[in-house]
């Protein structure tokens, strides 16, 4: 267990309150779900890969795109998962609609830009219109069709909706029109989160990158920090990323990552290096004159912010202390990643590409909770090849730290040698130790799928 733990009881004390979202620390035992190994073959498998797509993809929920980029009637954006091209729209009744972006006529991509306003699509094959609500505007040349000679029947043509739902300030998406509810399918994990009142946040910003490996490397990358010693040794300055707190919920899973502290597996913990200077924050919330441990930097965030919960628009009266200053990792199963402080809310989904299981897409999407009255920032989406960029900060529209991208970039730098590595004839299977168990768990979560074991599904 990391001391740092033990400092937060010690200096904090039990939880003054009870709060929405339980506190990690004093931490529960990480549980045992089995010690096998994962084969290589699903990440390489073409049947695999499709097996995941009826079992998994269609049957779970997703995010679509945030709120915010749906903010008047007629905005639209598109989104993909897989093989299947999505629209997203406000429609003018103030509604947002999901639907396949295909047209009811021969079946071509209806909507061919990613994104911006319109009262009714038009198919450019033909000329075929749908309102934005779905519904059928016009047939090109109706008497050409005699099977309509006396009207089309109603509901026929129009566009086929997929279900949809708003939560947390983002547009969520089922394929199975019979799936639980949102919230119930989100469940305890999603209670903890609503804490943080990710309605409030502003989409800051939001880039794609296409790397050149299965979807589950990119998942199982941002889900354990077991490897922050060896990849990223100089983020160890400003985080603990040493044995942290790992709880499951249900399918879903969550962890801590603590902030403004240094590592206790660097041994100069106590030298004020430049990295430390700019991201421990000493000046801003803790005092300039600040001559305490350098990884106790985070209990006077901690008490700087709990002593003007009552003075501000941020929701730090909801919070448990750890909330305050340290990171809350959440994963959904089986795509949705939200990593928060009170101030901002990282997003990261998990996409596989439509045909080949050795590329995917992460998706980055930075929300930011900003003064009452903000005006909403314009956000360009933009998408990266595998090796396009040599500095991640490029990425990012001034919005994201340039080492912190390239962070980022270091866990990408292993898509193409996890995908090369596991598909060796030398390769037994993955070991994973006790601070990999969401990863195990996850795979659990899809060989689960694969049986037919869908708790969250309800056909009645």
Same mark, same amino acid.
């Given at each position: 267990m990391a001391k740092i733990e033990d400092r937060l009881i010690e200096a904090l004390g039990p939880a003054k309150k009870d709060t929405q979202a339980p506190a990690f620390v004093p931490r529960k035992p990480i549980p045992v779900i089995g010690y096998q190994r994962i084969d290589g073959e699903r990440f390489h498998s073409r049947e695999f890969m499709q097996r995941e797509w009826d079992h998994v993809w269609t049957k779970t929920w997703n995010v679509g795109c945030h709120v915010s980029e749906l903010a008047e009637p007629g905005d639209f954006r598109l989104h993909t998962l897989g093989k299947?091209?999505?629209?997203?729209?406000?429609?003018?009744?103030?509604?947002?609609?999901?639907?396949?972006?295909?047209c009811q006529h021969r079946g071509n991509l209806l909507c061919q830009v990613d994104s911006g306003s319109l009262d009714t699509f038009t198919c450019p094959y033909h000329g075929w219109k749908w309102n934005n609500d779905g519904t059928l505007n016009r047939i090109?040349?109706?008497?050409?069709?005699?099977?309509? $000679?006396?009207?089309? *029947?109603?509901?026929?043509?129009?566009?086929?909706?997929?279900?949809?739902?708003?939560?947390?300030?983002? &547009?969520?998406?089922?394929?199975?029109?019979?799936?639980?509810?949102?919230?119930?399918?989100?469940?305890?994990?999603?209670?903890?989160?609503?804490t943080y009142e990710l309605e409030e946040f502003q989409l800051i910003d939001s880039a794609t990158f296409e790397w050149n490996g299965n979807w589950k490397h990119a998942h199982d990358a941002f889900n354990e920090s077991y490897h922050f010693e060896s990849l990223h040794a100089d983020f160890m300055n400003i985080t603990e990323g040493y044995d942290v707190p790992i709880e499951l919920i249900g399918m879903h899973s $969550?962890?801590?990552?603590?902030? +403004?502290? &240094?590592?206790?597996? +660097?041994?100069?913990?106590?030298?004020?290096?430049?990295?430390?200077?700019?991201?421990?924050?000493?000046?801003?919330?803790? *005092?300039?004159?600040?001559?305490?441990? +350098?990884?106790?930097?985070?209990?006077? &965030?901690?008490?700087?912010?709990?002593?003007?919960e009552n003075d501000t628009y941020m929701p730090y009266r909801r919070m448990n202390d750890e909330q305050l200053v340290h990171q809350y990792h959440y994963t959904f199963f089986p795509g949705t990643t939200l990593t928060q402080t009170p101030e901002v809310s990282i997003m990261f989904r998990y996409r596989p590409h439509p045909s080949d299981p050795g590329i995917c897409y992460y @998706?980055?999407?930075?929300?930011?909770?900003?003064?009452?009255?903000?005006? *909403?920032?314009?956000?360009?989406? $933009?998408?990266?090849?595998?090796?396009?960029?040599?500095?991640?900060?490029?990425?990012?529209?001034?919005?994201?730290?340039?080492?912190?991208?390239? &962070? +980022?970039?270091?866990?990408g730098s292993n898509m193409t040698t996890m995908q090369h590595g596991t598909a060796s004839q030398g390769f037994r299977g993955m070991i994973l130790g006790d601070q990999e168990v969401r990863i195990r768990h996850f795979h659990q979560?899809?060989?689960?799928?694969?049986?037919?074991?869908? *708790?969250?599904? @309800?056909h009645g």
């Open positions: 299947e091209s999505l629209l997203f729209v406000r429609s003018n009744d103030g509604e947002i609609r999901g639907f396949f972006n295909i090109a040349r109706p008497e050409l069709f005699a099977q309509y $000679r006396d009207g089309v *029947p109603n509901g026929e043509l129009d566009l086929a909706a997929i279900r949809t739902e708003i939560w947390g300030g983002w &547009v969520w998406f089922n394929l199975d029109r019979h799936a639980i509810g949102l919230k119930e399918y989100l469940g305890e994990a999603g209670s903890h989160l609503e $969550r962890m801590i990552n603590f902030n +403004l502290t &240094v590592s206790e597996l +660097l041994g100069n913990a106590e030298e004020m290096t430049p990295l430390r200077e700019k991201f421990l924050g000493i000046g801003t919330l803790v *005092p300039a004159d600040y001559k305490g441990s +350098l990884k106790d930097i985070h209990l006077e &965030v901690i008490k700087a912010k709990r002593a003007i @998706d980055f999407l930075i929300t930011e909770r900003r003064a009452p009255g903000s005006e *909403p920032p314009v956000v360009n989406h $933009r998408t990266y090849r595998h090796g396009e960029l040599q500095d991640y900060a490029e990425a990012f529209d001034g919005t994201f730290d340039p080492f912190l991208a390239n &962070v +980022l970039k270091q866990d979560q899809i060989d689960r799928c694969l049986m037919g074991d869908y *708790p969250w599904l @309800d």
